[in-house]
């Protein structure tokens, strides 16, 4: 059986693992990584519209992963269409960046469960014949993939949007008569769950590491405090 402090350890793990997995899920399944304001500059130019004007032209766009929302206004009122990156708006992508990024995601929930599973069995029994010295040293590589694969996806998705001008491309997606600027962009809370879900797992390793961390066992007084006998107090 583990020790108290590799079951306390391994226990907040296993906390934290169930977190980080459903952070990782919640990002994956929400539609908020990217929101901004577009602009339709075509309606504007053809209305030689000033500053004041430019409200009646601005709209809004947000998408995540695999569909999205764009609002455009090109003085004709608002007209809401939905977004989907699959199976036809991803070939006008870096389809090669966006691919990687949902498998970067996918293999890290992979990792999750996995890391997981170990966290709950170091927590109740540690001594398996693959590991080594209390600590799984092949559970250890997992929490370490985990955390690797998720900060690429997260790196991935942040050179699609800043150098690959990803959010430009969605809102122009099949518009053949108007084009539409940024306005701004922002990463949106279902990217911050992906971060938050990277981080906590980050203070996974951290914690499975501490585990290593032999505390002092307390000494029994009632030993150190009996009298020393010798021989000369024998003779008397």
């Given at each position: 059986?583990?020790?108290?402090?590799?079951r306390?350890?391994?226990?907040?793990?296993?906390?934290?693992?169930?977190?980080?997995?459903?952070?990782?899920?919640?990002?994956?399944?929400?539609?908020?990584?990217?929101?901004?304001?577009?602009?339709?500059?075509?309606g504007?130019?053809?209305v030689?519209?000033?500053?004041?004007?430019?409200?009646?032209?601005?709209?809004?766009?947000?998408y995540g992963?695999?569909?999205?929302?764009?609002?455009?206004?090109?003085g004709?009122?608002?007209?809401?269409?939905?977004i989907y990156?699959?199976?036809?708006?991803?070939?006008?992508l870096?389809?090669?960046?966006?691919?990687?990024?949902?498998?970067?995601?996918?293999v890290?929930?992979?990792?999750?469960?996995?890391s997981?599973?170990?966290?709950?069995?170091?927590?109740?029994k540690?001594?398996?014949?693959?590991?080594g010295d209390?600590?799984?040293?092949?559970?250890?590589?997992?929490?370490?993939?985990?955390?690797?694969?998720?900060?690429?996806?997260v790196?991935?998705?942040?050179?699609?949007?800043?150098?690959?001008?990803?959010?430009?491309?969605?809102?122009?997606?099949q518009?053949?008569?108007?084009?539409?600027?940024?306005?701004?962009?922002?990463?949106?809370?279902?990217?911050w769950?992906g971060?938050?879900?990277?981080?906590?797992?980050?203070?996974v390793c951290v914690?499975?590491?501490?585990?290593?961390?032999?505390?002092?066992?307390p000494q029994?007084?009632?030993?150190?405090?009996?009298?020393?006998?010798t021989?000369?107090?024998?003779?008397y």
């Amino acid at each position: 059986m583990p020790s108290l402090w590799k079951r306390l350890t391994f226990s907040f793990a296993t906390l934290l693992c169930v977190l980080s997995a459903t952070l990782l899920l919640v990002a994956l399944a929400t539609e908020r990584w990217v929101s901004g304001r577009i602009l339709c500059g075509t309606g504007a130019e053809l209305v030689s519209a000033n500053c004041s004007e430019l409200d009646k032209f601005t709209g809004h766009i947000y998408y995540g992963l695999f569909q999205g929302q764009k609002t455009r206004r090109c003085g004709l009122g608002n007209r809401s269409t939905k977004i989907y990156i699959f199976p036809t708006l991803v070939h006008t992508l870096n389809t090669g960046l966006h691919v990687m990024v949902i498998v970067f995601l996918l293999v890290a929930v992979g990792f999750t469960l996995l890391s997981l599973s170990f966290s709950i069995y170091n927590a109740r029994k540690v001594g398996a014949m693959w590991c080594g010295d209390d600590v799984c040293v092949f559970g250890f590589i997992v929490y370490i993939c985990l955390w690797v694969f998720g900060s690429l996806a997260v790196l991935c998705f942040l050179a699609a949007v800043r150098h690959h001008r990803l959010t430009e491309r969605v809102s122009n997606y099949q518009e053949n008569l108007f084009h539409f600027s940024i306005l701004d962009e922002r990463l949106d809370w279902s990217f911050w769950l992906g971060v938050a879900s990277i981080a906590t797992h980050g203070v996974v390793c951290v914690v499975v590491a501490m585990s290593r961390i032999k505390l002092p066992k307390p000494q029994n007084k009632k030993q150190s405090e009996q009298p020393t006998v010798t021989a000369e107090v024998l003779m008397y």
